[in-house]
């Protein structure tokens, strides 16, 4: 009653792999089952002409037999290859995944990196897939399996022979804590938090917000002995409605005490990510007073910003930076800065002012002209200002880590929190 | 040292030299070699010459070599199978293997192997490794059966390997559970009829209870099986819903969005009443709104489906826009995708907001973009009545800006303003007019000159205008040449003492020197029409036209319902069903949300619940692919389907003459029978003039073919009745019935033969007949018909055979040969076969035809005992093609008024009075009006016919 199958057997998921540098070289491909010819990427290429911006390559591209679907990361372009229906999800958060885990490996994923340890890549890859179903993703397990390289070990493996892949089976791996290995050693038990929020915004020229939100999330760097059972409160949990968590965190306790109970992996993970909407939580640091013109006929603008800090709950606002991708008709720009350094760069247009710090005092200007290409009309389209800023020591939506407690192990650990915020993506209108 | 060096031998005996390396003695240089051919395979290089050198190496303790060695293997296997047979003790050795990592790893890459005469090897140990003490290998065998499956089905069936794979679902291991499913599911997959996944509450318990330990990987594959299972009831929906929620919570979006097909999907069979319902909706959001700051391509496709879900469900979403507003440096797709759901989540509330922001994007760099956001005011003008005078004012500042591309859409848009609220915004059509030279894209040309013709006595030099246009008439797209001939006549008829030399002009500019069908019969049409009665070409031509709908470019709910099926994979992304697009078309089977079903009911059959909510709750959809149709409908010819009445029959009478179409037999001695839909049709459906007939069913196919509507739907089937008895065929019984699916008819035949000899050569005909009815296919009956033998045949129909009137209307002749001889017989058709799939009636439509039918051609009649109630009666008549356009209530009565239209082009209207009689059992009462009284009778038989059985 079954059949053979026809020409295309089904294949769930990622058939092949890819990997396309931006001068579009294909420099690394790996097949799961058959071998697809490089050919197919013509499709993509096709696409990336017409796309013009690397970043405007649409992720899910249709050809006549296949469906290539793409991410574009550190400069690099993943295009995975797939023959059937299925999640384009599912292969866009695997193929972040490979590239995350490339990252831990080589501390870059960069072609450099991944030329340099291209069996590595391959055992790497050979083991997060196996017929199209994610066998091992996390990180910790990985490692168990295929030792991340490190100038000691190829020393040591030159020298007596030994590999770089483990023979014994993971002990994670299938326990109902996947994410831990068993055994954990330290001298210095340490569990540090960082609670880091970026705040996306877009203000409009009148300078009221038209859409604020903060992205924050609670990364942790784990080297605790043992099975440590932690929990997590907070000051202030209600702030947390929409949170994304890791699978270590134990969903029932969160719903009922809103407390995070969990077993954690070892070493460096994402432990929450959350979103916090509800406008009036969102404080907007600074603001901009900006005057941007071109006049009428003339070959000429001009250009004025000033940043001041607003709502920074008495902290110090650093690290800002704006950019400003400026109309194609800009040739040059002739700025004199109050504070900092600017530069222009008149292919990409794009204007960079690295400010530094805020002081209330005197606040830091941009002043100058702007001269257009001549003949050409004036441009339709202002400009955008993209805001970069940093406040140490502050999450500012409020939200804050009450205390840690641990079971399960004797020993007292050193326990640590830091708060950050920044700006996401923040945006100005002019 | 690092790997590159390996890539740094590219000299002429590469190869030589790796096959002299891979011979060495050395383990390390083996090992290196091996490496250097693995690199060489990374790149694309073709190392396959090498296969029995590196084969060689397998037999090794180094776990690395041997795993470098099986990679190589699944790469040339497939190549070099000979050679691979070599390897194939080894494979069986190390599936023995003390460590459970090597048991595995074995297993795995020998699954990999697609060689068959190794597949037979892999057998055995693959059945050891299914039921191997470590979880680890089994989860690993479980896989290996998909992948065994692919090569061999047949063998996989017969050593019971997916009895044992079942089995696995209740393993003590959440990962072998979803490894054991995910398997199934690729392998139910590819056998769509197979009972594979059987899925009952006990499984569906272990599914739940694994979801919650195991991987993310394995969440994914048991949600996406979970969201196959249908709930018998509302409480145990209710109960899956309440365990799936927390997944809502991951990191991983995939995850997430598979989570939310299954709440989207059970939330269906939810009462709204409940409180939990409410509670779900709201749980809805925020994990949806997360999506949108993960990486831009996880967000293009939440996207996607996001747009799906607000057209199902907007409430969930309808607090959030602001979270779609974009930002200038989102990736274009994602620009555009945020845009659209602006559009939808559009209302009263939050206008002013999003209109705001629109004219900011309208400023923006990227073309596209801005073409977009302009048109967007103008959907946005149509949608919410409140804001259109700030939009058409938004829209003239932006005609303003006179940047070539945003006229153009501006234009395009205020068209649809116009049509929308006549007589309100005409003040601006001065400031139109001045950019007229400016239009060189065809949509926009057209739609200004629609609106020259449209307000030909507002704009002094129309003529002028209008003239201009036609000096390259024939450079001109064919949607501005149709444009312009209609806008000239009704120019003429609005002025026609200055003009008549410009009608003259593109008349004969259409009708002689085009080779365009459409234009020159729409040339002809008018010609005729204006030549015999210019009276009657006024009511047509400048007849009042029906409004545009709210929403464009909705989906059709049919196909939304199944899409909400698919959310999260490709058909979601790409809006069309997966058996649209999957190559090899393996029969995919459609998916429909189950059905609301209260716990305390039975399961109604599938043909009294179809998919579809309500018909009367849906709002009206001109799909976007047919816009060709809804132009012509709505835009370019007065009257559309069904409007009011042409006032002379002589000049009804001229436009079928020329269109040639055999109706008249049937229609002879009722002129008036011949609506709008006859004498519009031709040109939308690009017939041959002769096929008047066809014209219906052409129309019906355009939107089957472009919506994909009715694709659940199916009319009512009577069973087969004997047609032909054996005694007076020779020993050839025939016995059929009449269907009606997806648009297309069928005559389905059961032949049996009777007689003691071989049947062959069967061949069939029709007589002609009133809806032109005819094979569309021959009959093909493969093999010869040997004595008593049965066959079953399904025939296809199609309606544009030649029409001749018969007694009683759906008389069908029929003749059947075969190398005996010839035989005749005659059956009625059920006319609920001649319903098409576009029935549906925009209400002003139907009031204002009803009002015009004359009441000598109503017709009532009784339905006595229908064992069903309004909402029932409504959906059943549904998916045989009668729609309800409006319901009502009266007095404790239910009135529906529904509309339905024939092959032919008729359209029928009905009113139905429910009178509530005994609690089982309702009384109808019907009262049909249609321009060809003589097929009520047929229509109320249908009618019964569909609502008793």
Redesign the interface.
Known sequence: M???????????MIHSLFLINCSGD??????????VS?SVCDYFFEAQEK?A?V??V???I?TP?H?LI???RDKLFFVSV?????????V???L?RVADTFQDYFGECSE?AI?????????LL?EML??G???A??SNILKELIKPPTILR?VVN?IT?S???????PTG??S?I?WRRAGVKYTNNEAYFDVVEEI?A?I?KSGST??A?I?GVIDACIKLSGMPDLSLSFMNPRLL???????CIR?KRW?SERVLSFIPPDGNF?LI?Y?V?SQNLVAIPVYVKHSISFKENSSCGRFDITIGPKQNMGKTIEGITVTV?M??VVLNMNLTPTQGSYTFDPVTKVLTWDVGKITPQKLPSLKGLVNLQSGAPKP???P?L?IQFKIQQLAISGLKVNRLDMYGEKYKPFKGVKYVTKAG?F?V?T | MTDSKYFTTTKKGEIFELKAELNSDKKEKKKEAVKKVIASMTVGKDVSALFPDVVNCMQTDNLELKKLVYLYLMNYAKSQPDMAIMAVNTFVKDCEDPNPLIRALAVRTMGCIRVDKITEYLCEPLRKCLKDEDPYVRKTAAVCVAKLHDINAQLVEDQGFLDTLKDLISDSNPMVVANAVAALSEIAESHPSSNLLDLNPQSINKLLTALNECTEWGQIFILDCLANYTPKDDREAQSICERVTPRLSHANSAVVLSAVKVLMKFMEMLSKDLDYYGTLLKKLAPPLVTLLSAEPELQYVALRNINLIVQKRPEILKHEMKVFFVKYNDPIYVKLEKLDIMIRLASQANIAQVLAELKEYATEVDVDFVRKAVRAIGRCAIKVEQSAERCVSTLLDLIQTKVNYVVQEAIVVIKDIFRKYPNKYESVIATLCENLDSLDEPEARAAMIWIVGEYAERIDNADELLESFLEGFHDESTQVQLQLLTAIVKLFLKKPTETQELVQQVLSLATQDSDNPDLRDRGYIYWRLLSTDPVAAKEVVLAEKPLISEETDLIEPTLLDELICYIGTLASVYHKPPSAFVEGGRGVVHKSLPPRTASSESTESPETAPAGAPSGEQPDVIPTQGDLLGDLLNLDLGPPVGGPPLATSSVQMGAVDLLGGGLDSLMGDEPEGIGGPNFVAPPAAAVPPNLGTSMGSGLSDLFDLTSGVGTLSGSYVAPKAVWLPAMKAKGLEISGTFTRQVGSISMDLQLTNKALQVMTDFAIQFNRNSFGLAPAAPLQVHAPLSPNQTVEISLPLNTVGSVMKMEPLNNLQVAVKNNIDVFYFSTLYPLHILFVEDGKMDRQMFLATWKDIPNENEAQFQIRDCPLNAEAVSSRLQSSNIFTVAKRNVEGQDMLYQSLKLTNGIWVLAELRIQPGNPSFTDLELSLKCRAPEVSQHVYQAYETILKN
Do not use: C, M
């Open positions: 079954y059949t053979k199958f026809k020409l295309f057997s089904p294949q769930k294909i420099f690394l491909e790996k097949h799961w089952k058959s071998v490089q796309a911006d970043e405007n649409p992720p899910v249709s037999h469906y793409s991410i574009y797939i023959q059937t229906e299925v999640p384009p999800l599912f866009i958060e695997f972040h450099a030329k340099d340890n291209v069996v590595i890549v391959y055992e050979e196996d017929n179903f994610p066998l993703t996390e190829s030159s022979g590999s770089n892949v483990g023979d014994t089976l791996q299938l109902n996947p996306d877009i409009d038209v859409f939100e992205q409605d929409d949170v994304s968590f890791h699978p969903f719903e994402r990510s979103r909407s991708h109309p194609k339709e389209e202002n955008s993209n993506k945006q209108r």
